[in-house]
């Protein structure tokens, strides 16, 4: 009753203070509370634009040869076992999604199609060379995919290349081939681009793929044309 009494005597002011004071408490947590989680988020923030370039700059660094053997490791990896193998060879899909993502972070396929496309690059606009590139190196996957379920990836040696130089702008690198108890040679051609090293050819036992495919599209569009080409390497499945 007496702690009735007392609230009963207390004044409209004293309660409008005592919720103020209240108020004010709640606020000041809160405030902290904002200034903190904004603050985490700052952080976060930072750490992304700090982590960021350190991956770019991580597979910037990558020499060609490491490259060339972080793709085959990888290639290897996700192809899998024979019985992977016989199962991936029912789902094209996947199949062409492990060769794609293997072969892309390196592969200047631009550069490629226009050597590919050679007299040719010119006489074509945007959109064609666009759509021809794309096709080819799609084109290029395909072949190579089901051939590689057939091939162990593993016996692929990549020979460690000489120091590069700052003058240095074009490079081969060596690899070789178990197959069938014969060695057989693969160099791959690499280019210094504004996206770092890349490779835009593959020579196998001296046999160019950039000649070879050149030499079979520029009659093919000498027949029947560019857009008849590209057209063709669209539909193929």
Same mark, same amino acid.
């Given at each position: ?16 203070? /005592?919720?103020?004071? =209240?108020?004010? %408490? ?7 509370? $904002? *200034? #903190? ?88 606009? /945007?959109?064609?060379? =666009?759509?021809? %590139? ?7 996957? $395909? *072949? #190579? ?93």
């Amino acid at each position: 009753m007496e702690t009735l009494r007392q609230l009963k005597k207390l004044s409209s002011s004293d309660l409008d203070l /005592t919720v103020s004071q =209240e108020q004010e %408490t709640i606020i000041h947590k809160w405030k902290k509370h $904002k *200034s #903190y989680t904004f603050m985490i988020k700052k952080f976060v923030i930072l750490m992304a634009f700090l982590i960021m370039p350190i991956l770019s700059h991580a597979e910037y660094s990558l020499l060609p040869d490491e490259m060339i053997a972080s793709s085959i490791e990888s290639m290897n990896n996700q192809l899998g076992d024979q019985e992977n193998k016989r199962r991936l060879e029912n789902d094209k899909e996947e199949l062409y999604s492990i060769i794609d993502s293997t072969l892309s972070p390196y592969f200047q396929k631009q550069y490629a199609g226009r050597l590919v496309l050679n007299k040719h690059w010119t006489k074509t606009n /945007t959109d064609q060379r =666009e759509r021809f %590139t794309e096709g080819l190196y799609q084109s290029l996957v $395909k *072949s #190579y995919a089901l051939t590689l379920l057939n091939f162990d990836v593993s016996n692929i040696k990549v020979l460690p290349i000489v120091e590069i130089t700052d003058q240095i702008k074009k490079l081969t690198v060596k690899s070789e081939v178990l197959y069938k108890g014969e060695v057989i040679p693969m160099n791959f051609s690499f280019g210094l681009f504004k996206d770092g090293w890349r490779f835009f050819d593959v020579r196998i036992e001296g046999v160019s793929y950039i000649k070879n495919y050149r030499n079979q599209f520029d009659a093919e569009i000498t027949a029947v044309g560019i857009d008849a080409v590209i057209e063709r390497l669209e539909s193929e499945d």
